[in-house]
């Protein structure tokens, strides 16, 4: 499994130097990568750590596959939800 943090880093960072969690963000990457195919988990306390499983078995061009849906899943989301 690999998490991937989505952060505001618009926000104030914590004490830690730590942005806030964006779960919002965090949901619309999960629907656009959703509608292209490609399934995505959401953990963490708030909902904002986007969680890769792939099977052991997965070749390169499928992982290039998928990191070019999530990209792509990533500016869509960040263009909707941050205009």
């Known amino acids: 499994m690999l998490g991937i943090e989505i952060v505001d880093e618009r926000q104030a960072p914590d004490r830690l130097n ?5 779960p ?3 949901v619309a990457i ?3 990568c959703f509608d292209h195919g490609l399934l995505l988990e959401r953990g963490g306390r708030q909902g904002n750590v986007i969680r890769l499983l792939p099977p052991l078995i997965i070749d390169d061009e499928q992982c290039a596959l998928a990191m070019e849906r999530f990209e792509q899943a990533l500016q ?3 263009s909707q939800e941050r205009h």
């Open 18 to 22: 730590s942005y806030p969690g964006d």
């Open 24 to 26: 919002i963000l965090a």
């Open 30 to 32: 999960q629907k656009h």
């Open 76 to 78: 869509a989301a960040l």
